[in-house]
């Protein structure tokens, strides 16, 4: 059973930091490419950053460019993203995704994600 697991959410001050993490098992990812989403209380889950599936090449939403950076260790199969200078607006869900498809770039897509963690509670206080 292919399972993807987001742990490291909490509660932070405003101008603080988080890492997510997000481990997988069942099967390799170290052919995928992954990436991070959020969702907001009543707002649509979005884009956040995504990584090729060797590493070489990431995107982040503007948002975040800057704060975040995302990064892989296919050796632990897990992928992890690095949250810095957080804003309230920041608070939400995240998931991290995998795509099914091997070898291809990083996508802001969420119709390219085929796994899905069950999401990880981040809470930006002001």
């Known amino acids: 059973q292919v399972q993807l697991v987001e742990s490291g959410g909490g509660l932070v001050q405003a101008g603080g930091s988080l890492r997510l993490s997000c481990a997988a098992s069942?099967?390799?990812?170290?052919?995928?490419?992954m990436g991070w989403f959020r969702q907001a209380v009543g707002k649509e889950r979005e884009f956040v950053a995504a990584?090729?599936?060797?590493?070489?090449?990431?995107g982040y939403a503007d948002s975040v460019k800057g704060r975040f950076t995302m990064s892989r260790d296919n050796v632990k199969n897990t992928m992890y993203l690095q949250m810095n200078s957080l804003k309230p607006e920041d608070t939400a869900v995240y998931f991290c995704?995998?795509?099914?498809?091997?070898?291809?770039?990083?996508?802001?897509?969420?119709?390219?994600?085929?796994?899905w963690g069950q999401g990880t509670q981040v809470t930006v206080s002001s």
């Open positions: 069942g099967r390799t990812f170290s052919d995928s490419a």
């Open positions: 990584m090729s599936w060797s590493g070489g090449a990431t």
């Open positions: 995704a995998a795509d099914l498809q091997r070898y291809r770039g990083p996508s802001d897509a969420e119709s390219d994600y085929f796994f």
